[in-house]
T-cell receptor, first 120, second 109 residues
């Protein structure tokens, strides 16, 4: 159980285009999903927290107009990188948190496999 | 501010137990200790978490000292597939996870 999927797994796009990444919790419902970015040889950096039915909360320094997040259901969140540029090339990872009480002692986050974005 | 301190890297022989330490001297009473690992070019994988008591599951054991200022993740019989970066994270149960630099564990054949 507790499987999170991401689509696509990798994408190459031209500079100036927009790219949408989907994150799905396959066998559980998640009111909260998170989006991370990871540059080579670096640790994961949280970009934003996505709550179902409400606006996402962005971390300091993350442009909300560039990284659009939609969390329309309890199993799906999307991240759209608008007007992508080469510096946006990175490994984007989502996670989904189980609903309170479903994993015993406390909530647990489960991560997707990641999406590698390359902007030419 | 980093809540945890982990060694940068460790080696372990295949088939032996891998013991990964983590210091969290400023942990508060309601904060949990979580362990995740990230195999190269994949998303992090949840391993185990605990509050006060030692915990064990099919993947690993988590030993938390009585004062809760440190913990050890134990992989009982390491295999080559356990080569990964291991992250020890201290957070309240419903908070976002903050990743540090972790420990790069290499299993030696």
């Amino acid at each position: 159980g507790a499987v999170v999927s991401q689509h696509p797994s990798r994408v190459i796009c031209k500079s100036g285009t927009s790219v949408k990444i989907e994150c799905r919790s396959l066998d559980f419902q998640a009111t909260t999903m998170f989006w991370y970015r990871q540059f080579p040889k670096k640790s994961l950096m949280l970009m934003a927290t996505s709550n179902e039915g409400s606006k996402a909360t962005y971390e300091q320094g993350v442009e909300k107009d560039k990284f659009l997040i939609n969390h329309a259901s309890l199993t799906l969140s999307t991240l759209t990188v608008t007007s992508a540029h080469p510096e946006d090339s990175s490994f984007y990872i989502c996670s989904a948190r189980t609903l309170p009480g479903t994993s015993g002692s406390t909530d647990t986050q489960y991560f997707g496999p990641g999406t590698r974005l390359t902007v030419l | 501010d980093a809540k945890t301190t982990q060694p940068t890297s460790m080696d372990c022989a295949e088939g032996r137990a891998a013991n990964l330490p983590c210091n969290h001297s400023t942990i508060s009473g309601n904060e949990y200790v979580y362990w995740y690992r990230q195999i190269h070019s994949q998303g992090p994988q949840y391993i185990i978490h605990g509050l006060k008591n030692n915990e064990t599951n099919e993947m690993a054991s988590l030993i938390i000292t009585e004062d809760r200022k440190s913990s050890t993740l134990i992989l009982p019989h390491a295999t080559l597939r356990d080569t990964a970066v291991y992250y020890c994270i201290v957070q309240f149960g419903n908070e976002k996870l903050t990743f540090g630099t972790g420990t790069r564990l290499t299993i030696i054949p």
